[in-house]
């Protein structure tokens, strides 16, 4: 069973987004991404925006494993950390191109989140939110102690070779380039995301998230589409993950804390995790958010947390659950 | 070598005063309490108050209280009225207490490093095998000691310990045989938070005090949970033992496997017998 | 084309710690037969079919489907093989449609067949709803139409009907016999009912106490003293 989710449909079985739709949203997304920086002059804005859409693509991996497999991490931070310190590790000593340092970056954590997910999936609730906490916190651990890597807790400043992919790689630490870039990321991840909801796979993890046993006797194999859930899953992270070393140019043991996995937890429970939107949505709240709770930063940590739990005891179908309740009651009126 | 043991009983103490509060909620709840770390922080810092206006005994009287009352809050407003939720939404609850614990903390003392005051009773240090060895590290072996025991007696010879004996094993078993398992809870979870409390006051002298210092030891008291074979009391005084020598020993001979393996042991617990957690017996 | 074996079981061993649930069971079912599986509670019915259907493996027996054994394989691969089951206690996939988890069910084994199912036990207007929302007579009949989707060609049903009124066990049985005739599939069929097992079973096989007590036809097994005394009682 699934664990924040009371009655409803869940989006996996939803025929509402359907595919053509999905594409016109993702268009007109993608085309809102590129105007931001001409419409948005402060590059202060810009640099708070492009850090909630790494937000967001984090927030979006931790809430599609609750979505497709029913499971809470509480150590996605640790496949976000890993793509960002394969990708800072290896261009700072030189050991690969740039081009395939992000590919490594990209294919380490999917597959270490693959092989885990074999045996991951089969631990549910509370055992698996310790477990994965266990795992981010080991990985927390090399990075903070493991000095030769990366300077352990002090972090490691490194440089981007000139150009990656054919481009000035110091674009890349623009901000009106970069949120472009990672905007257009997450409109097309999430676009990707609800494909694979959709698909026969991502149904089959659904029904496996459902009901292990009963996917069995229907006659499919129970181990491998919800290991596929969590290699997708770890890939968003290490897309997060990789964006942001490459942005600031640096990397530090905070990537992988457990605080970092919870509040992306957060985000995405806030936002309502049910939804393939949901997570991302949560975090641009929590942007909005802490913008307006400015003069209280002090008080940051209690509005996350206050904000985290009156949504699990009012709405604990997230802000997109309301909203949706909200659209059919209207319609409904109408 | 016999200082360094000590001070791996000393370090495994600790870790049980708060692994045996996480035992007792998650007996009757079935949850594991992730606000506990700053439960301790947040007794640490009422003590420290106390401490230093030179009233440190007052000060663990007071902080002690004053967990256990927020620990029935706890109970009453989160545990008891979210029981028919699914557990990992409890948990999630008291993650986000976590946050505001630590704010409030934050505002309250500052962010500033404290340190908490030695009584001035246990001040002063003893030879042992040569060497010298604070008075107030012997005081907290004897605390964690006679909680241990005080704690099994309680279990072993009181209807009442006989009942969360029966509640950690089987929940459902004891409110059908009419045990008001939420007055119970009620108590369980205070005694589990005042111990939060208690560890908080005992540990301030020996840590340095800041609004994240439950955090770490959060981390290792889960680790003592589930390797004490997840619920089990006996289980976690030993294990809080293991980590304790390991965690101290190791630092100085292995630091690599100090760090990694009580992690490793954990996660492979979590594989070999996720049942453990009622999460997953659904 | 009648003697050819569907399914079977042979000295199949179960064991909970130190109790013996069944002792060493022998079972033969023909292509095309529907069986009756009767015996008291507790007398290893749902633990037969357990192990028949692969969801307990690793002790002494063997199960052969068609002649085949297929004793070490996992349930998915038995029911790719055309062995499908339903469950006493309703197991389907509370938050997907009814359409949804049947069609998902198809692509294991038929990629068809969906639309059928839905009408022979009366789902297509349920088609959309989530299966938490439906009433528990229509989730007994989804939990069956999940083993029948592909026609499966040998049919394991543990007491389908347990829970529904005598109105609705009764259309069920009907629904059954109808389909097992038409789409010539094997039944194996755990039931408390009589009055159905009588009517619709061409042999039965009583259980007790882990051990096959009796076997025959339904006039022999309503003769045989010893079912009689352990199960029938006097009411049958
Ligand atoms: N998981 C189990 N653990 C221990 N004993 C079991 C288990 N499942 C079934 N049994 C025992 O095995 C025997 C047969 O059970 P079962 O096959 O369910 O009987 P039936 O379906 O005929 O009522 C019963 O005595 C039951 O108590
Ligand atoms: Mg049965």
Redesign the interface.
């Known amino acids: ?7 409803d ?2 989006a ?2 939803s025929p509402l987004l359907k595919t053509r739709g999905l594409l016109a949203m993702a268009l007109a997304a993608l085309l809102l991404g590129v105007a931001a920086p001409r419409l948005v002059s402060s590059q202060l804005m810009l640099s708070l925006a492009t850090q909630a859409i790494f937000d967001a693509l984090l927030a979006t991996s931790v809430g599609f494993l609750v979505l497709q497999n029913g499971r ?1 991490s509480f150590g996605q931070a640790a496949f976000f950390g890993l793509g960002g310190y394969a990708f800072g590790v290896l261009v700072a000593r030189g050991l690969m191109a740039a081009e395939l340092a992000v590919l490594t970056a990209l294919a380490l954590p999917t597959l270490v989140a693959f092989l885990l997910g074999l ?2 999936a ?10 994965t ?3 981010g ?2 990985f927390y ?2 990075a903070f ?1 493991w000095r030769e890597l990366a300077k352990g807790d002090d972090g490691m400043a490194f440089n981007l070779p000139p150009r990656i992919f054919g481009f000035d790689s110091s674009l890349l630490q623009d901000p009106s380039v970069m949120v472009v870039v990672a905007w257009t990321i997450l409109v097309l991840a999430l676009l990707g995301l609800a494909l694979f909801a959709n698909s ?1 796979m991502g ?2 993890a ?2 496996v998230r ?2 292990a ?10 181990t491998i589409p919800p290991a596929i859930v969590y290699a997708i899953s770890a890939l968003l992270a290490a897309i997060a993950g990789l964006l942001q070393a490459t942005y600031n140019g640096y990397i530090a043991p905070q990537m992988f804390h ?2 970092l996995s ?1 509040s992306a ?2 985000m995405a ?1 806030v936002g309502g995790a049910q939804f393939i939107l949901g997570p991302a949505i949560g975090a641009v709240c929590f942007f909005i958010l802490k913008d307006f709770a400015g003069r209280f930063a ?5 509005i ?6 009156i949504v ?2 009012v709405m ?1 179908q997230g802000i997109v659950g309301l909203l949706k309740a909200g659209w059919f009651r209207m319609r409904r009126q109408a | 070598m016999a200082i360094q043991l000590l001070n791996g009983i000393v370090y495994g103490g600790l870790l049980y005063l708060l692994a045996v509060g996480l035992v007792l909620i998650f007996g009757l709840r ?3 309490n992730f606000a506990h770390g700053a439960l301790f922080m947040l007794g640490s810092y009422i003590g420290f108050t106390l401490a230093a206006a030179g009233h440190w005994w007052l000060g663990l009287l007071v902080s002690v209280v004053a967990m256990a009352a927020v620990g029935c809050l706890l109970d009453v407003l989160v545990f008891r009225s ?1 029981r028919k ?5 409890t ?3 008291t ?6 614990l ?3 903390v ?2 309250t003392w500052g962010k500033a490093y404290l340190s908490y005051p030695v009584p001035k009773l246990l001040d002063g240090t003893v030879t042992i095998a040569g060497s010298p060895f604070p008075i107030y590290r012997l005081f907290i072996i004897v605390v964690s000691l006679l909680v241990a025991g005080g704690l099994a007696a309680w279990l072993r010879y009181t209807r009442m310990g006989l009942y969360v004996r029966a509640a950690s094993t089987n929940a459902h078993v004891t409110s059908i045989q009419g045990i008001d398992v939420d007055r119970l809870s009620l108590v369980v979870v205070g005694l589990g938070t005042a111990l939060a409390g208690l560890s908080g006051v005992v540990a301030g002298p020996l840590l340095t005090l800041s609004p994240t210092m439950g ?1 770490y030891i959060l ?1 290792d008291s ?2 003592v949970v ?1 390797i004490g074979g997840l619920g089990s009391f006996a289980g976690a005084f030993f294990a809080a033992l293991l980590i304790g020598q390991i965690h101290n020993l190791g630092a100085i001979y292995l ?2 496997a100090a ?2 393996l009580p ?2 042991l ?2 492979g617990i ?2 070999w017998r ?7 017996r ?1 | 084309m009648s003697e050819a074996i569907a399914i079977q079981g042979i000295g199949i061993e179960r064991r909970y710690g130190g109790f013996r649930a069944l002792k060493g069971v022998d079972i033969t079912v023909r292509r095309g037969e529907i069986r009756g599986l009767i015996g008291p509670n507790g007398a290893g019915k749902s633990t037969l079919i357990d192990v028949l ?1 692969g ?1 307990v493996r690793g002790q002494p027996g063997q199960v052969l489907i068609d002649g085949r054994d297929v004793s070490r394989l ?3 691969e038995r ?2 093989l055309g062995l ?2 339903s ?1 006493q206690r309703t ?7 009814v359409e ?2 049947l ?3 198809s ?3 038929a990629e068809a067949g969906v639309e059928e199912v839905m009408e022979e036990l009366n789902l297509t207007a349920l088609a959309r709803m ?1 299966a ?1 929302e439906i009433s528990y007579g229509d989730q007994r009949r989804l939990d069956l139409a ?2 029948l ?1 592909g026609r499966p060609s040998v049919l394991l049903l543990d007491e389908p009907a347990a829970g529904l009124t005598v109105e609705e066990s009764h259309g069920l049985a009907t629904i059954l016999r109808d389909l097992a005739n038409r789409w010539n599939v094997t039944v194996l069929l755990v039931e408390h009912d009589m009055q159905v097992v009588f009517s619709i079973c061409d042999g039965i096989t009583v259980l007790h106490l882990g051990e096959t007590l009796a076997e025959g036809n339904v006039a022999e097994i309503r003769a045989d003293q010893r079912v009689v005394t352990a199960y029938l009682g006097t009411e049958a």
């Open positions: 069973m699934t664990a924040l989710s009371q009655g449909v869940p996996a079985s809470v045996v991951f089969r631990i549910a609730g509370v055992a698996h939110a310790m477990l906490l266990a795992v916190q080991a651990e090399i102690r026969r149904q089959i659904a029904a459902d009901n046993e009963r996917a069995r006797f229907i006659g499919h194999d129970t457990w605080s919870g937890l957060i429970v002090e008080y940051w940590p209690a996350v947390g206050s904000v985290l739990v699990t005891l604990p | 079935e949850v594991v979210l939720h699914d557990h990992i939404v948990v999630l609850i993650f986000g207490l976590l946050l505001i630590e704010t409030v934050t505002v955090n981390i889960f680790i589930v630091p690599w760090t990694m992690f490793l954990m996660i979590l594989i996720p049942t453990g957690f009622a999460g997953s659904t | 259907s969801r996992k349930p998915q029911r790719r499908a089951r469950f197991n389907i996939f509370p938050m997907l449609s949804q988890q069609r998902i069910a692509w294991a084994v989530p938490a999940l083993a989707v």
